[in-house]
């Protein structure tokens, strides 16, 4: 009995050694993740000598800069043009994305592999290649300096409809096909049946678009003239001049512009892991 003991817990080390080393990567690996998170907190409670300092603890620890920032009238204006612009792109995606996946996925019709590989197609073009079209395009609508002019790009992706066409694969058909029987619109069917069933690649999508918006810096840049169209990332780097840069300021509305991000995630990612254990499950 004692022999075996001690083979059993021999046999059980390397179980334990290997799950610590696993532990010990992730601790590693997130630590990693929020280093840049915790520099920006950092430098928003500095004051400007001490920008340069690389210590994570200010010495003179202000919220200063927060006052100056909530104070400038301009932040608001471009924390609410974020706002606008974020929620009316991920809405348009989730029912665009969503409604293109679902035909490609259930409906059966002539060039429908064709179509699915032009719209995946355009994943291979550069951002860049696409600014002058769009830029030529929003000129000639007059859609220059407007919401509709930062927007029109990315009310639909391909990314997105890949992504939900994807997921409508594994929607069974005999779903569908008995809510035919029960005399529902093709409409009906997928707003009503499929799309209940697709709520993680739903919530994926909504924090994928709508960080892709929140963040986006070129397209605002270009197509906005007036100081009051600006989205956060372009105001924010307008915190400076030709001489100097205040980094202080810059991180401090970065930090601010960080809460709405974290109010989707944390909104949509009980989703995100019941689609993962389901997908776990059915593997």
């Known amino acids: ?51 340069y300092n690389v210590n994570l603890i200010p010495e003179e620890p202000t919220i200063e800069n927060y006052t100056y920032v909530l104070e400038d009238g301009r932040f608001y204006l471009w924390f609410i043009n974020s706002i606008i612009i974020a929620v009316i792109t991920t809405v348009s995606n989730l029912f665009f994305d969503s409604l293109v996946g679902y035909t490609l996925c259930k409906f059966r019709f002539p060039g429908r592999y064709i179509v699915f590989i032009a719209i995946l197609s355009t994943l291979m073009i550069p951002t860049e290649m696409l600014v002058i079209p769009w830029y030529m395009m929003s000129q000639s609508f007059g859609w220059l300096d ?21 997921f409508f694969e594994s929607v069974p058909d005999d779903f569908l096909e008995a809510a035919r029987i029960d005399g529902l619109n093709e409409f009906q069917i997928w707003w009503k049946i499929a799309m209940p069933l697709v709520k993680p690649a739903l919530a994926a999508l909504a924090i994928f678009v709508f960080l892709g918006n929140w963040t986006a810096f070129l397209w605002p840049l270009i197509v906005t003239n007036s100081v009051e169209m600006y989205t956060v990332p372009v105001g924010l780097s307008g915190f400076g001049d030709e001489v100097d840069v205040a980094w202080e300021l810059i991180m401090t509305g970065a930090a601010i512009s960080t809460l709405p991000t974290l109010v989707v995630f944390l909104i949509f990612q009980r989703f995100i892991i019941r689609g993962v254990v389901m997908a776990g499950l059915k593997g």
């Open 1 to 51: 009995m004692k022999a075996e003991t001690v083979l059993s817990a021999r046999s059980r080390k390397p179980a334990n050694l290997g799950q610590i080393l696993r532990w010990l990567l992730l601790f590693l690996g997130g630590l990693l993740m929020i280093a840049p998170i915790t520099y920006m907190i950092s430098t928003s409670l500095k004051w400007p000598h001490e920008i």
């Open 146 to 166: 407007s919401y509709w002019g930062i927007m029109f790009p990315g009310l639909m992706t391909a990314f997105g409809t890949f992504l939900m066409k994807q």
